[in-house]
């Protein structure tokens, strides 16, 4: 074997050595970079669930609390309602006892009446004191249930971040946890911090940095005292249709009012209803519940409305009353708003919209049903086979549209 030859057998061992090597480390580099994808997807979905359940916990303590409020409102009426009942009747009493022959069976059955509103009156009036010592209870769980994003272990999505880097204080400032589960660092990009806790958010954040940016890194992460990272006093309570629910701190020497706490909140959810916002306070032992037309006040009316925050109160904003539109061929097409968790069928919508006009086509009715992206989905609603039985009907969605068309003649 000549020179040449041999030279290039040892080129292509060495060639091959070098990818045997390779081969494996790159193997390595795609598993670590898969474990690390993994174990972040498992982070996001760890903090999604939180949020979940959070969520869900926080809508049924409202909802508890509204219902509390109604009753005590109905209660309120009532203890009022027999209070003059049984005024009017004592009074009554008392004029025919003075009477020098008062009608015996009269002033009996006065007595009665005297007795039985009384015993009412009592009735309400205990009823009321269970229900307003339930509703402070209820808006106290509520605080307790809102205060838990701020002393909660994990890091979850809208929160905002405090970092410090003592070797580079460039890094130093207010980092919001973006939906992905991470926050944006100058010069390094995206850190996975949602799902850990503070010290392993400090841990990912050191690792990152000293990979590119620094030799040692030493970092802190504390989530943020309010929305601009003031210093701050007292804790106001957020809930319902804001982007991020939870604790609101409020600038040290500053009075917060409802209007101001909603606009510095870092914004609502397009479903928020600004028309019916709620303020829950406990005051001398007491549930107070405030409706405010926010709406109003933004638009420049009833300014005098906007009400001074204390300390623990409880923000609410509802959603939009979901609605469903019935269109074409009904004797009164237009706008149907469903109460809460109020459950309405297509044919339903139909009949509560006086029933079908007198060319409608029955055959043809459908359901038009935003899908979020643009794209509407057409669901055919066999009115014949509904009726015999044979067919379920179509359960509406908020903002679904039902459509009746018109029959057409040919002559």
Not at 95 to 122: C, F, I, N
Request: proline content about 4%; cysteine-free.
């Amino acid at each position: 074997m000549d020179l040449k030859m041999k030279t290039k057998m040892l080129t292509l061992m060495g060639f091959a050595a070098a990818v045997a090597i390779a081969m494996p480390t790159n193997l390595m580099a795609q598993a670590d970079k898969l474990e690390k994808e993994r174990r972040e997807h498992d982070e996001r979905v760890k903090a999604e669930q939180a949020v979940r359940d959070l969520m869900f916990s926080q809508a049924a303590l409202q909802r508890n609390v509204e219902q509390l409020q109604k009753k005590k409102a109905d209660l309120q009426r009532d203890v009022s309602y027999y209070k003059m009942k049984y005024d009017r009747a004592a009074r009554d009493l008392e004029m025919l006892q003075k009477m020098h022959t008062p009608d015996k069976e009269l002033v009996d059955s006065t007595q009665k009446d005297v007795t039985y509103y009384q015993a009412r009156t009592k009735v309400a009036e205990e009823d009321l004191a269970k229900t307003e010592a339930a509703l402070k209870d209820a808006i106290a769980k509520l605080q307790e249930a809102l205060r838990s994003p701020l002393t909660g272990k994990i890091i979850l999505p809208g929160e905002v971040l405090q970092l410090f880097v003592l070797e580079d204080e460039t890094f130093n400032g207010l980092y919001q946890v973006r939906q992905g589960g991470y926050i944006v660092l100058p010069r390094v990009g995206r850190v996975s911090v949602v799902g850990k806790d503070l010290a392993d958010a400090e841990k990912a954040i050191k690792a990152e940095l000293e990979k590119s940016q620094l030799k040692s890194a030493t970092v802190m992460v504390e989530r943020s005292p309010g929305v601009y990272g003031e210093e701050t006093t007292d804790v106001i309570y957020l809930a319902g249709e804001f982007k991020t629910t939870g604790p609101l701190k409020t600038p040290a020497g500053v009075q917060p009012t409802l209007v101001t706490t909603i606009l510095r909140s870092g914004g609502l959810t397009p479903n928020a209803d600004l028309t019916r916002v709620k303020l829950l306070r406990l005051e001398a032992g007491q549930g107070l519940v405030e409706e405010v037309n926010v709406q109003a006040i933004l638009d420049g009316h009833g300014l005098q409305s906007d009400l001074a925050l204390n300390a623990g109160d409880i923000i609410v904003v509802p959603a939009f009353a979901p609605v469903v539109y019935v269109t074409g061929n009904v004797k009164n097409p237009g706008v149907i708003k469903l109460s809460q968790d109020e459950e309405l069928t297509a044919y339903s919508a139909i009949l509560r919209s006086g029933g079908f006009a007198r060319f409608a086509k029955t055959r043809g009715v459908y359901v038009l049903r935003d899908r979020g992206n643009g794209e509407k989905t057409r669901i055919p609603v066999n009115i014949k086979e509904l009726q015999a039985g044979k067919r379920a009907d179509v359960i509406l969605q908020g903002r679904d549209i039902v459509v009746v068309p018109e029959k057409f003649f040919s002559f």
